[in-house]
């Protein structure tokens, strides 16, 4: 058996849902990692401090008592958002980030910014603050190919931004593609990005290839096996500016299979063991640590957690589960396509 021990990690970009899927799901998250920021983007949205502080009352309602667990809420920006709102929870230590939507761009983002301009005095007062902005990073131009959305979006809105407000800390969230990883690699401050758990791990074809597979479609979607490749060799890289965000995002099945299937990929359950062999094929386990449980916290400027956790590498697979039930119905958990051997130590599977 090999073990890797390791400060607790944190996920920079989770979904959480609400009500019956937020009971389920939550546990994953909490069984692993330390804190998280939990995405806004609720039916209605997270739009205000108050709307933040109910959301995390019923969160650490359905958290396990035996689970020490921190959610950092964010408020969904819109075309109204109120720049005072927002420097008081931010103040007071209420709210971590605010979220930019694109209208459109993905699950419950119709209340999302349709003319940047319009949130401009926003995110001044952010950039005067400090208050880090958590950004989907894609267009919505429907002229504008999906798959590149995500570079578009750098040329017409994040460079313009960032050259308008040098002092804005901006998380590109869920970066998909290489244009996006060289972008961030070029800047030396005020921007980082988020690397999910399955855009290391999958390309396009894991959706395409041999018939349309649901479980697999996320936004942003799934690129080419170069940007891939690019993705995993940032998130070994041990660069500081880049981190773990799952983007863990459950739905129920039904929503998944259908004619007009949603966005989403639900990682929270094997998400070590998936990055312990991502990082052990790239001979980088000794910079997982860094991916994990450091680079996050120094951008967010929060101190790295003091507990350690211990994963264990097994000779024969773990078997971990292919379903969470809820009361509302079952969601798929995401498969890797390979093996799983890795496990947190005193951590059940199931």
């Known amino acids: 058996m090999k073990t890797l021990t390791i400060r607790r990690p944190d996920d920079w970009h989770l979904h959480l849902r609400d009500g019956a899927v937020l009971e389920a799901v939550l546990p994953h998250t909490t069984a692993d990692f330390a804190r998280a920021i939990v995405m806004p983007n609720l039916v209605p949205p997270v739009v205000t401090v108050s709307d933040a502080?109910?959301?995390?009352?019923?969160?650490?309602?359905?958290?396990?008592?035996?689970?020490?667990?921190?959610p950092l809420m964010t408020?969904?920006?819109?075309?109204?958002?109120?720049?005072?709102?927002?420097?008081?929870?931010?103040?007071?230590?209420?709210?971590?980030?605010?979220?930019?939507?694109?209208?459109?761009?993905?699950?419950?983002?119709?209340?999302?910014?349709?003319?940047?301009?319009?949130?401009?005095?926003?995110?001044?007062?952010?950039?005067?603050?400090?208050?880090?902005?958590?950004?989907?990073?894609?267009?919505?131009?429907?002229?504008?190919?999906?798959?590149?959305?995500?570079?578009?979006?750098?040329?017409?809105?994040?460079?313009?931004?960032?050259?308008?407000l040098p002092e804005l800390k901006i998380v590109m969230e869920h970066v998909t593609t290489r244009n996006g990883v060289d972008y961030v690699k070029s800047a030396e401050r005020n921007l980082a990005a988020t690397l999910t758990t399955h855009h290391l791990i999958i390309n396009r074809n894991a959706i395409l290839a041999g018939g349309i597979r649901p479980h697999y479609y996320c936004l942003p979607v799934a690129k080419r096996e170069?940007?891939?490749?690019?993705?995993?060799?940032?998130?070994?890289?041990?660069?500081?500016r880049f981190f773990l965000g799952t983007d863990s995002?459950?739905?129920?099945?039904?929503?998944?299979?259908?004619?007009?299937?949603?966005a989403g990929i639900f990682t929270a359950i094997n998400t070590m063991a998936c990055l312990a062999q991502v990082?052990?094929?790239?001979?980088?386990?000794?910079?997982?640590?860094?991916?994990t449980s450091l680079n996050g916290p120094t951008f967010y400027g929060l101190p790295a957690n003091e507990e350690r956790i211990t994963l264990v590498r097994h000779a024969t697979p773990i078997a971990y589960p292919k379903s969470v039930y809820t009361a509302d119905g079952p969601i798929t958990v995401f498969n890797p396509m390979f093996p799983l051997h890795w496990e947190m130590e005193d951590h059940a599977v199931g």
């Open 75 to 164: 408020l969904y920006l819109t075309e109204n958002t109120d720049a005072d709102d927002v420097e008081a929870g931010f103040r007071d230590g209420h709210v971590a980030a605010v979220k930019l939507y694109p209208a459109g761009a993905t699950t419950n983002s119709q209340s999302g910014v349709r003319d940047i301009a319009k949130v401009q005095p926003v995110l001044e007062r952010m950039a005067g603050i400090g208050m880090p902005l958590c950004v989907h990073g894609e267009v919505t131009d429907p002229s504008i190919d999906i798959f590149d959305r995500e570079a578009v979006f750098i040329e017409r809105v994040l460079q313009p931004l960032r050259e308008r």
């Open 53 to 70: 502080l109910a959301y995390r009352e019923r969160i650490m309602a359905a958290k396990p008592e035996t689970d020490a667990f921190t």
């Open 279 to 291: 990082f052990e094929d790239e001979e980088a386990l000794d910079r997982l640590e860094a991916f």
């Open 249 to 262: 995002a459950p739905h129920l099945d039904p929503l998944k299979e259908c004619a007009c299937g949603c």
């Open 226 to 240: 170069e940007h891939r490749l690019a993705l995993r060799a940032a998130a070994t890289s041990g660069d500081r």
